[in-house]
């Protein structure tokens, strides 16, 4: 890193021709749990020039499903259950259990 600057994951990815890993996991639904809600705050911040204001629903629907899946997976690493975070399949099941968005 050369005077402050860090070359992002798309820069990256145009000069390597793949997705850096750390990157790569975010994208991977069976990993992250709010995937959705952080392409939809995305989304808004481009269609609405970065106002973060005009965001803050999105912004805070990131937050709350954060917290949810949090304390999901701190609740299963207490049981011993493996692995703490649940794949996409299975986080499915429990929110269809629920009968609506905990979030």
């Known amino acids: 890193m050369k005077g402050g600057y860090a070359p992002t994951a798309d820069l990256i990815r145009k ?3 793949r997705m850096p890993v750390v990157a790569g996991r975010l994208r991977d639904p069976d990993i ?3 995937l959705l809600e952080s392409d939809a705050s995305t989304r808004c911040m481009d269609e609405y020039n970065y ?4 965001c803050s629903t999105h912004f805070l629907k990131y937050k709350n ?3 949810f899946w949090n304390s999901v997976m701190i609740q299963r690493r207490r049981d011993g ?3 703490s975070m649940p794949a996409a399949a299975e986080r499915d099941i429990i929110l269809q259990a629920m009968g609506k968005m905990p979030y």
């Open 15 to 17: 000069k390597t021709g």
């Open 32 to 34: 992250n749990p709010c």
């Open 51 to 54: 106002d973060r204001e005009r």
């Open 65 to 67: 499903c954060r917290k």
């Open 81 to 83: 259950v493996k692995p």
